[in-house]
């Protein structure tokens, strides 16, 4: 799908539509992780809320947000912090100090959680750690059980976090501030920390390149991967909504 072609399904969502959120990695970006430009207009142009819920930091989403033109909905850090406009209140379910440790414990064991000396992944985060994936695994998970925590892998890095916390879970907090059931929420993402969402939202799709986790819970998988499939998604949503 073309640029334009993008604008004209833009302008032809039906108002029917509920609100929506979506991942960034590997849903609204294409297979380099640079955000494709033709889902600004689907998402500037979304006839409900929208919520941008990812594993990166709170810096993230709503930056995005912010260059995307719409309202500061946001769930980061997998579920570990929330906002529901500009407005409201942040909310934060997670346990940083723990996650904290268990990179330090990781370091000491002669390990790295693979960033550099400026760790731009992890310097904005309140309530859990990411690790690289070319780091080992076997040892973090080890070192996070004995902590108290679980090792997710988004296909992006790996994030030490608290159990409790879910993007699903936050949403069932943002729905209720926003006003709108729970299952009037039409979901899009593409990895395991979306199948929470995915049991939360009334519908659910994951894109062609998601992992078997999501795959398995979505309603729906697109043919197209990346920003492709997001686009896929939104004609399908479409239709449902217009059914």
């Given at each position: ?111 790295d959680v693979g960033w550099g000396a400026a760790d731009l992944v992890n310097r904005w985060r309140e309530t859990e750690i990411a690790v690289s994936r070319d780091s080992p695994l ?27 916390q879910s993007k699903g879970r936050a949403l069932s907090v943002l729905a209720e501030e926003l006003g709108y059931e729970r299952d009037a929420f039409l979901a899009v993402g593409d ?53």
């Amino acid at each position: 799908m073309e640029f334009a072609d993008s604008l004209e399904l833009a302008a032809s969502l039906p108002d029917s539509l509920g609100p929506l959120v979506a991942d960034i990695d590997g849903t609204l970006t294409n297979d380099t992780r640079t955000i494709d430009p033709r889902v600004s207009p689907i998402i500037n142009s979304w006839p409900a809320p929208v919520v941008i819920a990812t594993g990166k930091a709170m810096p993230y989403p709503v930056a995005l947000c912010e260059f995307l033109g719409i309202e500061i909905n946001v769930i980061a850090e997998n579920g570990g912090v929330a906002l529901a406009g500009r407005s409201g209140r942040i909310q934060f379910e997670g346990d940083r100090a723990a996650a904290a440790a268990v990179a330090e414990e990781y370091e000491r064991q002669g390990y790295d959680v693979g960033w550099g000396a400026a760790d731009l992944v992890n310097r904005w985060r309140e309530t859990e750690i990411a690790v690289s994936r070319d780091s080992p695994l076997a040892p973090l998970r080890s070192i996070a059980a004995d902590h108290g925590l679980e090792v997710v892998d988004t296909g992006y890095a790996y994030h030490v976090k608290s159990a409790e916390q879910s993007k699903g879970r936050a949403l069932s907090v943002l729905a209720e501030e926003l006003g709108y059931e729970r299952d009037a929420f039409l979901a899009v993402g593409d990895s395991v920390n979306d199948v929470a969402t995915f049991e939360v939202a009334g519908l659910s799709v994951a894109v062609g390149n998601a992992d078997d986790a999501a795959t398995e819970a979505a309603d729906h998988v697109t043919e197209s991967a990346f920003g492709d499939g997001f686009l896929e998604a939104v004609l399908w949503l479409s239709e449902q909504g217009n059914s």
